[in-house]
């Protein structure tokens, strides 16, 4: 992220994060004020300026903190899982994630703003979606070698599976339905999922 001037306060720097993931969360991008992300984090609107070239700027690193906050860090995985176990446990954890307040509001609010600013777009992309999908790959990439799995591309397949796994329950999660409205629960969707990729990749 652009910065300029000489080195500035981490603490300034992490309270107009904070101040900037709530209000743009909350408002969006067009109807957020730099002059409330100042006081809401207690700093001047110059101080905000001494850290991030715009209020764009501000925004692409807002939504790498709130990625970096995700508990989907590839160093928490354990690889050594055999792959159903992997499979199942990543992807519950990468569901619940995603269909949390914070994470959809996220979504929702890079969804409307990158049509706009390619750059929101590519932040969140490169802040999110591929991590996850590189962790993954990795996994995949390992069990084929152990012959655990046969995945000719691990990148390929790791997005299909991540996208399987998070397809209904996000989609209804983006709804903001009071209950889930199928006659079968995520973890029974879930578990399908992983048992149609693991017959999909059998070695």
């Keep these: 992220m652009t910065t300029r ?6 603490q300034k720097r992490r309270q107009i994060l904070a ?10 991008f067009e109807h957020t004020s730099l002059d409330r992300v100042a006081q809401a984090a207690g700093v001047s609107k110059q101080t905000i300026y001494s850290h991030f070239d715009s209020k764009a700027a501000l925004m692409e690193e807002c ?3 709130r990625c970096r906050q995700s508990i989907l860090s590839p160093e928490a995985l354990d690889y050594s899982l055999p792959p159903e176990r992997f499979l199942g446990n990543f992807a519950r954890l990468f ?3 995603l269909c949390d307040t914070g994470p959809l509001s996220l979504w929702r ?10 750059e929101i777009g590519k932040a969140y992309f490169n802040s999110a979606p591929r991590p996850v999908i590189a962790a993954v790959a ?3 990439r390992l069990a084929d070698e152990r012959g655990q799995l046969k995945v000719p591309n691990p990148a390929m397949a790791a997005s299909q599976f991540l996208f399987l796994a998070k ?11 009071e209950e889930w409205p199928h006659d079968f629960s995520v973890e029974e969707y879930t578990e399908s999922c992983v048992q149609l990729f693991l017959r999909a990749h059998q070695p």
């Design 5 to 10: 001037g000489r080195p500035k306060s981490d």
């Design 19 to 28: 101040a900037g993931i709530e209000h743009f969360q909350q408002y969006g």
């Design 63 to 65: 939504i790498q903190e």
């Design 95 to 97: 569901i619940a994630t």
């Design 109 to 118: 609010l890079c969804a409307s703003e990158c049509e706009r600013n390619q």
């Design 138 to 140: 990795e996994y995949l």
């Design 167 to 177: 397809g209904l329950p996000v989609d209804t999660a983006i709804l903001s339905l």
